[in-house]
């Protein structure tokens, strides 16, 4: 028996497809390399975890595991739609915030649709796009790794079907202020769906200059769809939940075909509902997300790294050196990093803040494996050399 006939006739946007690095298990690193603790680093994660009152709210769910879940996420919908100050209708949910984006992918997508995003950027904003047969043009960051607006603007066309832009951005974390939004937005065309993933948002939401996402694509006429998440600030992403805010429900009554009808199981919506409503374990979460990025960032700057400027919980930074190599190394001291593997960025590594000791462990870390000293690190132009889009 063969299944080669089937194989061959899978559609070659399938077969091309880039498999997703999801990172390694604190398991898979104690086991393999025979560490006793292991620093999870490398996901973003939130390291105080979720609130109290969520672990509450799923022990009292048991009678109700048989039953399926509310596919309108009812109570959660009215629930957020009051604290955001839109209309219900205007809200979907998704199983993570990352079936967002597949769903509306598949939905507005067709088969050499041009798709543009950033490069680096989170592997499903082209994952997805490729997956519907959409041909992804990228956008590097600036040398200093901030978001290089007018490359962006220079990309887009009336030919452009969606872009794709998380703000903050991950893996960086820098973020566009106010005035480069609003000049990217008013450079697009109605043609053009804006998927503006604010995966970090609570990090950066207290920053002066921070765009709120809903309020500046509220203001727009263009067709757009803010993607939020419950798995960052929140701390449930075992539970996989986050949510979009469209411009109007007319988009979402096709993304609602498109989407599994159960796509949010019982225990993530009511441990939703309970977490929105622990207002102090989020300030909690996000201020020591925020203090020990800063303490981590000045301590690398410090040792003459090249660090990118973050809102978000986690640190980019040029190690200097193959990043990879040096993430293996890292490993055998029980500390999981990201480190970036799309070309022009393959110095660059992704640190997620944890807790106070983690954070601290791979500082230690990291100057016991790095393979030659900070003063000697050059500036890395690779990415100032990648082709125009
Ligand atoms: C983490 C992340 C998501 C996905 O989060 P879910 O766990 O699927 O809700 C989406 N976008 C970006 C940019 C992320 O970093």
Redesign the pocket.
């Known amino acids: 028996m063969s299944t080669a006939p089937l194989l061959e006739r899978v559609r070659p946007a399938v077969r091309d497809l880039p498999a997703y690095n999801a990172g390694l298990s604190a398991e898979y690193v104690r086991r393999t390399y025979g560490v006793a603790h292991v620093a999870k680093l490398g996901s973003?994660e939130n390291p105080l975890g979720a609130s109290p009152a969520v672990a509450t709210a799923l022990g009292q769910i048991g009678a109700e595991l048989a039953q399926y879940p509310d596919p309108a996420c009812g109570a959660l919908s009215e629930r957020l739609a009051a604290e955001l100050g839109i209309h219900p209708a205007r809200l979907i949910f998704?199983n993570?915030?990352?079936?967002l984006?597949a769903i509306a992918a598949h939905t507005f997508l067709a088969p050499g649709d041009e798709v543009v995003t950033m490069t680096p950027a989170?592997g499903?904003?082209t994952i997805y796009p490729a997956a519907a047969g959409a041909r992804v043009v990228t956008v590097p960051l600036r040398p200093d790794f901030t978001i290089d607006v007018e490359r962006l603007i220079a990309a887009v066309s009336p030919d452009t079907r969606m872009l794709i832009l998380?703000n903050p951005s991950?893996p960086v974390g820098s973020a566009l202020c106010r005035q480069d939004m609003q000049r990217l937005l008013a450079a697009l065309s109605p043609a053009t769906l804006v998927l503006w993933?604010e995966?970090?948002y609570e990090y950066a939401a207290t920053d002066a200059d921070y765009p709120d996402g809903l309020q500046l694509l509220g203001a727009t006429s263009l067709p757009w769809l803010l993607?939020r998440?419950?798995?960052?600030a929140y701390g449930l992403?075992g539970l996989?939940?986050?949510y979009g805010v469209a411009a109007d429900s007319a988009m979402l009554e096709l993304m609602h075909r498109m989407r599994t009808p159960f796509n949010v199981n019982r225990l993530a919506q009511s441990a939703a509902l309970a977490a929105l409503d622990d207002r102090a374990h989020l300030r909690a979460s996000v201020r020591h997300a925020t203090d020990e990025r800063e303490r981590i960032g000045e301590a690398l700057r410090e040792r003459g790294y090249r660090v990118a400027p973050s809102r978000a919980n986690f640190v980019f930074f040029d190690t200097g050196e193959h990043a990879l190599s040096l993430a293996r190394r890292l490993l055998e001291r029980g500390v999981i990093v990201k480190p970036w593997l799309e070309p022009g960025y393959q110095r660059c590594m992704r640190v997620s803040v944890g807790s106070r000791a983690d954070n601290d462990l791979f500082l230690a870390a990291l100057h016991a494996c790095a393979s030659i000293g900070p003063a000697q690190h050059p500036i890395d132009r690779s990415c100032e050399s990648l082709s125009k889009p």
């Open positions: 973003n998704g993570g915030s990352e079936d984006i989170f499903l904003h998380s991950n993933d995966a970090y993607l998440t419950f798995s960052k992403a996989r939940i986050g």
